[in-house]
């Protein structure tokens, strides 16, 4: 079989950024001959791609100092978009030879560089962070692995700041001190502070005959894998509420400076994760819990797209009276039977009202999030 590199991600792969990742490279000659690593280096990266109508190829230049050949290592070779942010290589493995059987075990560890956006699978834009791990065998092309990563971002509110040197104490043989100003483990706590802190919200919505009811909510951020809660009071006044559905949406909107003046205008791409739909004719109060996947990315916003979180109301409304709305009539079936037809109501005259909630979908943390690690063989 020849030489075998086996990588091993440490950890369940989503992480923060700022974080840092650690896996585990073993490398093993199945053969019955002596191997030769010339080299082996690692390096994280994140690549963008996008719709081929968008002029996103300005925001990011890559320039070779040297010619690509097949014992070059280039982590982003054939990846399609651009490389919006790359950590240094590291050289792990230089001029290392291998006795038949033998194997070789290097850690490899790196921080995720901070300021970029969170992985994305959108339909305009995406945005996906992977760890490469190249080698080349003496007298072989360089053969490269992928492993993707999940990275999650604080808001601009909560991120780290550098962290702020001590003055000088005046003895020469102490090491400067760091002070301890916010730091990756008070993000992580200044995140759960915000996401867990509850501001009742009430809403009174009004149609063009009245007032239809109240919307009440706990609070306006969540996190991912949380459940929105609201409730509803319907005054059943001047309008009534047959039917009520929510929906939890996502909006990909592009900035328009990457939009060519010759295409056409690019409208926010809609998508729909979770929904509640609930006949609440007679009804008085009710509520509704919508779940935020765990799956899907945070709100963000940065120079390209923006990812909003709402949620839509669609309700549909009459102005008849309730009382009007529980007639039915009871005729008998045939003449001297007991058996008797029960007549529905009537066509009603209804129509719909649509409304939208703006919501702020923060990120959870890393470790509550369930993703497989990967163990890859090149």
């Not at 199945?30 to 191997?35: A, P, V």
């Not at 509850?198 to 951020?221: D, E, H, I, N």
């Amino acid at each position: 079989m020849g030489l075998v590199v086996k990588v091993e991600l440490q950890g369940n792969g989503v992480y923060l950024a700022g974080e840092r990742v650690s896996c585990t490279i073993t490398l093993t000659n199945d053969g019955i001959s002596t191997k030769t690593i010339a080299w082996m280096g690692a390096q994280l990266h994140c690549q963008c791609s996008h719709r081929r109508d968008l002029k996103l190829s300005g925001t990011t230049a890559t320039i070779l100092s040297s010619p690509v050949t097949d014992t070059t290592f280039v982590p982003n070779r054939d990846e399609p978009g651009m490389t919006l942010a790359s950590t240094p290589t590291v050289v792990l493995v230089c001029n290392l030879t291998l006795q038949p059987q033998e194997n070789r075990t290097v850690l490899y560890s790196d921080t995720i560089p901070a300021g970029g956006p969170p992985s994305f699978a959108g339909h305009l834009v995406q945005y996906k962070y992977k760890m490469t791990v190249g080698a080349q065998e003496l007298g072989f092309p360089t053969r490269s692995v992928r492993i993707p990563l999940r990275v999650l971002t604080a808001p601009e509110s909560l991120t780290c700041h550098t962290p702020v040197q001590s003055p000088p104490t005046g003895n020469p043989f102490l090491s400067p001190k760091e002070q301890q100003n916010p730091t990756l483990e008070e993000a992580l706590h200044m995140l759960t502070t915000e996401a867990s802190r509850r501001a009742s919200m009430s809403y009174t919505l009004k149609s063009a005959y009245g007032v239809l009811g109240r919307l009440s909510l706990f609070k306006s951020s969540y996190k991912l894998g949380e459940d929105i809660i609201g409730s509803f009071e319907f005054s059943c006044d001047a309008v009534t509420c047959l039917q009520l559905y929510v929906m939890l949406q996502s909006m990909e909107e592009i900035n328009e400076e990457f939009v060519p003046s010759s295409s056409a205008r690019i409208k926010p791409n809609c998508t729909a994760h979770a929904h509640h739909i609930e006949c609440c004719h007679n009804t008085k109060q009710t509520h509704f819990a919508l779940p935020v996947p765990q799956n899907v990315t945070q709100s963000f916003k940065i120079h390209a797209v923006k990812l909003q979180w709402q949620l839509h109301f669609e309700f549909v409304i009459t102005k008849q009276p309730p009382r009007e709305l529980v007639k039915a009539s009871v005729t008998p079936c045939l003449a001297g039977s007991k058996a008797n037809l029960w007549q529905g109501l009537q066509p009603v005259a209804m129509e719909s009202m649509t409304w939208n909630l703006p919501v702020t979908i923060l990120p959870t943390l890393p470790l509550h999030q369930t993703h497989k690690p990967h163990t890859l063989v090149l």
